[in-house]
């Protein structure tokens, strides 16, 4: 995944050596969150590529689907919920948040808004088991 010896960077630009270390950068931040909310399974066929960009679009692609997908079934809930006459308002105001936060997460891969959706996500688990 990231290269053992750093004679990769050399005859290389100074500009192409820090796109190199950006890319590594974002790439370690990416892992991080992958970690949490992968499938191993997913997480694992990501790290057996060779191309460090490739790597970078499968983890955002793939966290970016996980996240809508705990969207998805917690919309699914609320309405399972709702048909059994149950008051959901604030679950569903919380998950309407979670999903602005998750679309701004997406955008920029920042370490406090990841901590935010998560603790986010927390919070609407819960809020469910208490229903």
């Known amino acids: 995944m990231f290269y053992k010896n750093k004679s990769f960077l050399f005859g290389k630009s100074n ?4 796109i190199i270390k950006e890319n ?16 191993k399974a997913i997480f694992v066929k ?5 191309d460090l960009g490739e790597q970078i679009h499968l983890l955002e692609y793939s ?18 919920f709702k048909s059994k ?3 959901v ?4 105001i919380k998950v309407n948040l979670l999903n602005l936060k998750i679309k701004y997460f997406n955008v920029t891969h920042n370490k406090r808004d990841f901590k935010i959706v998560m603790k986010l996500i927390e ?9």
């Open 15 to 18: 500009s192409e050596r820090l």
């Open 24 to 39: 590594k950068k974002k790439a370690k931040l990416l892992i991080f969150y992958a970690k949490k909310l992968i499938d």
């Open 46 to 50: 990501i790290k057996k590529s060779k």
């Open 63 to 80: 966290l970016k689907v996980a996240l809508e997908k705990k969207i998805y079934l917690f919309r699914q809930k609320i309405k399972l």
């Open 85 to 87: 006459g149950i008051d």
């Open 89 to 92: 308002f604030f679950i569903s």
């Open 123 to 131: 919070e609407v688990e819960k809020e469910i088991k208490n229903v």
